[in-house]
């Protein structure tokens, strides 16, 4: 049986999923893939997880597919298939996602930071949108990145290929900030411990509501917010989240303990 190579770890409510391959620059092989989806999955589904932190070892966050698996057309449609659920149950999971990045990521790994709520580099990390340079268009990885990318800045990336730094990654929208290494781990705790500070069911809520388009209708817009909104002051959350407020003490969420 193959050594498990994406890890999955819970500790007070932090289920930390780290990719561990190494010898290939943290790849996304079809191993990795169907590790690292089992471990979201899992993490999403467990009431007891409030935040997920993705990281790694070794010196790369990730490389993108890994390429000596994509020749041929069978394990190409393998990837293509496999990737967008991955992307998807990072940016539709209802648990905040942190990435924590101490090294490069490239192509489809990009798409993963992207993919996440919150992401964090140490500033020595680099980026690049290497697919033109081998051929291949950066398609499925543009359904989370263009959202975040400033529109000049993706298209020079996407198009160019050219590598570029942590510190111009947050600059274009890519992470959300870039520290020196020695920092990294402090940032992301700092992180989760503010998502930690949100009720579940009002973190859920909101990043859906970050991800739905509310359209040209104003009136149908404010009418769904109503709706969203009443729904949640009158929710055990809501009403509990007020009396702490009125009672000057922590709600039951983020209580010590």
């Known amino acids: 049986m193959a050594d498990e190579l994406v890890h999955r770890d819970v500790a ?34 467990d009431p007891a997880v409030r935040v997920i932190v993705l990281t790694h070892t070794g010196s790369v966050f990730c490389s993108g ?6 020749r041929g057309a069978a394990a190409d449609a393998q990837g293509v298939n496999e990737f967008p659920r991955i992307l998807a149950t ?15 990521a490239r192509a489809g790994g990009v798409g993963l930071v992207a993919a ?11 980026f690049a949108f290497t697919e033109v340079r081998v051929g291949v268009v950066p398609a499925i990885i543009a359904v989370t990145v263009l959202p975040r990318l400033l529109p ?13 730094d942590a510190c111009r990654a947050a600059a274009v929208g890519l992470v959300n900030t870039a520290v020196p290494v020695d ?17 579940p069911g009002a973190l859920a809520a909101t990043k859906a509501l970050l991800q739905r388009p509310l359209g040209d ?41």
């Open 90 to 104: 990072i940016r539709t999971s209802p648990t905040p996602v942190v990435a924590r990045l101490a090294g490069p």
């Open 65 to 70: 597919m890994d390429l000596r698996e994509s």
């Open 183 to 199: 920092e990294l781990d402090a940032e992301v705790a700092r992180y989760v411990g503010l998502l930690r500070l949100g009720a």
């Open 217 to 257: 209708d104003l009136d149908a817009a404010f009418a769904a917010m109503q709706e969203l909104s009443a729904r949640h002051f009158a929710s055990e959350e809501g009403q509990e989240g007020m009396a702490a407020f009125a009672e000057k003490r922590p709600p039951s969420w983020a209580a010590p303990g």
């Open 116 to 126: 996440c709520d919150v992401a964090v580099a140490a500033d020595t990390a680099t």
């Open 152 to 164: 000049r800045a993706a298209h020079e990336l996407f198009l160019t290929g050219e590598t570029f």
């Open 12 to 45: 007070d409510g932090v289920a930390t999923i780290t990719l561990d391959s190494p010898r290939n620059r943290n790849a996304l092989s079809a191993q990795v893939r169907r590790e690292l989806q089992d471990h979201l999955d899992a993490s999403a589904a």
